[in-house]
């Protein structure tokens, strides 16, 4: 079991706006960053979101991260059939010194 | 371009062992921690290890403690993990991945299946 919380899945229509959240404690998200993953099928794991709300160059502004406390959310607007992927959150914990994954979440485009 | 390219990855009877290596290229290698992860069949991601820049340091995820061991040789621009005692549940692919807190840069991961 993830000690960072995500649901499991999630899902829209072409257009509309998905959140994902991701809950932690006090010694992962509550002082440190969060990152979010973008993992299309068969492929390697990308970079979303660096620094709780940063986008790499390359990712459309669509993308969007913020955190507050010990919760982080990933908000996708304009959702297309293309980000139909699973979606990872991660977090340095200080206590543990490891980094820390959410479980995914799976977003499907209906 | 940032490049990670692992190899290594194989079929092993459990209780064996094996190296993981991992090719980087595009920076400057001995100034970023670098980490690996894992990914069990239709499972999510799994931290493992990460080692700092000047190897003088390292994190192990409590289920390959005493088992794994990260390490790089900055000379080459490489990053290793050893594996021993391998169980099934150490089937995954594995990704070689550049820092630690907050990874920016993935392999393309190499597969490491445990059976006999």
């Known amino acids: 079991q993830s000690v960072l919380t995500q649901p499991p899945s999630a899902s829209g229509t072409p257009g509309q706006r998905v959140t994902i959240s991701c809950s932690g404690s006090?010694?992962?998200?509550?002082?440190?960053?969060v990152y979010w993953y973008q993992q299309l099928p068969g492929t390697a794991p990308k970079l979303l979101i660096s620094?709780?709300?940063q986008r790499p160059s390359g990712v459309p502004d669509r993308f969007s991260g913020s955190k507050s406390g010990t919760s982080a959310s990933l908000a996708i607007s304009g959702l297309r059939s293309e980000d139909e992927a699973d979606y990872y959150c991660?977090?340095?914990?200080?206590?543990?010194?490891?980094?820390?994954f959410g479980g995914g979440t799976k977003v499907t485009v209906l | 371009e940032v490049q990670l390219l692992e190899s290594g990855g194989g079929l092993v009877q459990p209780g064996g062992s094996l190296r993981l290596s991992c090719a980087a290229s595009g920076f400057t290698f001995s100034s970023y921690a670098m980490s690996w992860v894992r990914q069990a069949p239709g499972k999510g991601l799994e931290w493992v290890s990460v080692?700092?820049?000047?190897?003088?340091?390292?994190y192990y995820t409590d289920s390959v403690k005493g088992r794994f061991t990260i390490s790089r040789d900055n000379s080459k621009n490489t990053l290793y993990l050893r594996l021993n005692s391998l169980t099934a549940e150490d089937t995954a692919v594995y990704y070689c991945?550049?820092?630690?807190?907050?990874?920016?840069?993935w392999g393309q991961g190499t597969l490491v299946t445990v059976s006999s």
């Open positions: 991660a977090a340095w914990d200080d206590r543990l010194s490891n980094l820390l």
């Open positions: 006090s010694s992962n998200i509550g002082s440190n960053y």
């Open positions: 991945a550049k820092e630690q807190r907050g990874i920016d840069y």
């Open positions: 080692i700092h820049g000047n190897g003088g340091t390292t």
């Open positions: 620094r709780n709300n």
